[in-house]
């Protein structure tokens, strides 16, 4: 029996050392495939380029700068170039540092606007001082549409709910104005009776302004909405000084009740309930208010104003702008830089960098608030 027993012990010895191998060999396969899924997570972790990668300034091909006239994608952006009394409209790619010309102008370019997909372009020339012409293009400069419009100045709002429409309001010289329906699905223009200049969509079949009383000056003016098809209209508020409209929410800027040296922003959702709001020193101008310039980032719920340290009159006020971005659902600020001057600026699609200047012709990168230029005087 002792030595049926003592038999067996090899054989228990052999197969744990058989068990122990083939288990180090399974660990060992698997090692490799372990490696690989870690590199996965890592790489959708990382952006796919860093703002440091930008090809900058601007190697002008032909011409003279004149503007940027926006984003396209994250990594391209839209400028123009005058050349005598043309125009030229180029793709620039900030990774390549390759300029694409896309469009030419026989008459000066004096804006462009474009298309909240970013998939089309509206340009709009000046043949003469009464008469502007306004060509509708794609990214890669094919024509879609193209209309003259008699007129001393013209502004332009794309229906942020469907861009094959745009409002068009044309200017005498006596400011006198006209708003009309560009429609590019249908190629066709038609005139509409609205009692402002300045409208803004705020969806596909509703528009928003501020009706100011031409007979009895006011600071504030109330804001109305009302229907493009039917004509009518209510009254959202009563007393606003500035309004925007975003894909997601409206803005309203008014003054504090009881205390005017202080503006209060508030933001509204599509049934049009308050969400968020908040307080800034308020700058005075001889006759208004002065509104510093923001933008929103739907993408990253953000809204992004410049702010004033303290309020008083512009014209004596000397102490600079902060710039600091409010995310609207978590209802937080943060400061991004300071020591800045108040001009436009405008959120990259991700949200990650801003055109800043009258001409943008900067760019904040708000991850490293750094300031880079994009033109090279």
Aim: glycine share 4%.
């Amino acid at each position: 029996m002792n030595h049926l027993i003592n038999n067996k012990y090899p054989f228990f010895v052999l197969l744990l050392i058989f068990l122990t191998l083939l288990l180090t060999a399974c660990a060992d396969k698997q090692q490799p495939k372990q490696k690989t899924n870690v590199k996965k997570e890592t790489q959708k972790e990382t952006t796919p380029y860093e703002e440091a990668d930008w090809k900058l300034p601007i190697s002008i091909p032909e011409g003279e700068f004149f503007m940027l006239g926006g984003w396209l994608s994250d990594t391209e952006v839209l400028y123009i170039t005058n050349l005598e009394q043309t125009s030229s409209v180029y793709r620039y790619n900030l990774l390549s540092g390759k300029s694409k010309l896309i469009y030419k102008s026989e008459y000066p370019i004096v804006t462009v606007k474009i298309s909240p997909s970013k998939k089309n372009i509206l340009i709009h020339s000046s043949p003469s001082s009464y008469e502007g012409v306004v060509t509708i293009i794609d990214k890669n400069g094919s024509e879609q549409m193209k209309q003259s419009f008699a007129s001393y100045e013209l502004d332009f709002e794309w229906n942020l709910f469907n861009e094959s429409q745009i409002l068009v309001t044309k200017f005498d010289e006596d400011w006198k104005f006209q708003l009309s329906l560009l429609d590019t699905s249908k190629l066709k223009t038609v005139e509409l009776s609205l009692p402002q200049p300045f409208i803004k969509w705020i969806d596909e079949k509703n528009v928003a302004y501020l009706n100011w009383d031409e007979n009895t000056p006011s600071l504030f003016a109330p804001l109305i909405i009302r229907s493009i098809e039917t004509g009518k209209e209510k009254t959202v508020l009563p007393e606003v000084i500035q309004f925007s409209t975003f894909p997601d929410l409206l803005m309203t800027v008014s003054v504090k009740k009881d205390d005017s040296t202080v503006a209060v922003y508030t933001f509204f959702d599509k049934e049009l309930k308050e969400s968020f709001t908040f307080s800034i020193p308020q700058l005075t101008k001889f006759s208004d208010w002065l509104v510093p310039f923001y933008d929103y980032s739907k993408n990253r719920g953000q809204f992004i104003t410049f702010e004033p340290l303290s309020s008083g009159e512009v014209d004596s006020y000397t102490e600079g702008f902060k710039l600091v971005s409010y995310n609207i659902k978590r209802k937080k600020s943060e400061l991004i830089m300071e020591h800045l001057d108040n001009e436009p600026i405008l959120f990259s699609p991700s949200g990650n960098a801003l055109l800043y200047g009258n001409r943008f012709e900067k760019i904040i990168d708000l991850k490293t608030k750094e300031i880079y230029e994009l033109i090279k005087e």
